[in-house]
């Protein structure tokens, strides 16, 4: 069992980049058949899958989202991380990293000025 921690800012300003970054202990990010997943809840929405990148270092994202999203990896850091552009008040939810096994405990983000 891998144990997942999500950080970051708990506020992010209209119109700027929400950052969040997932760290993974207890097993490694390049583990074969292991995709890694950036996910959202919201009081409105439910849960919103946002996209993933796999064990390999491929990416792939939400059709409702995939212009203002990135992931990307630091395999030394064990390490993956979220960029959200362009963020309005709509984007604020807990965020969670997860893989097929296990989720991190979530990260409250709220987008105010």
């Known amino acids: 069992q891998m144990q997942l921690q999500e950080s970051g800012p708990g506020l992010v300003k209209p119109s700027q980049t929400l950052s969040l970054t997932c760290t993974i202990s207890g097993g490694s990010i390049t583990s074969n058949g292991y995709n890694w997943h950036w996910i959202r809840q919201t009081p409105g929405k439910g849960l919103e899958w946002l996209g993933l990148?796999?064990?390999?270092?491929?990416?792939l994202f939400s059709a409702a989202l995939w212009s203002r999203t990135s992931i990307s990896w630091d395999t030394s850091k064990n390490q993956f991380n979220l960029r959200l552009m362009s963020v309005t008040p709509e984007d604020t939810a807990v965020y969670y990293c997860a893989s097929h096994l296990d989720w991190g405990q979530g990260a409250q983000v709220t987008v105010s000025s």
């Open positions: 990148i796999t064990y390999g270092g491929n990416t």
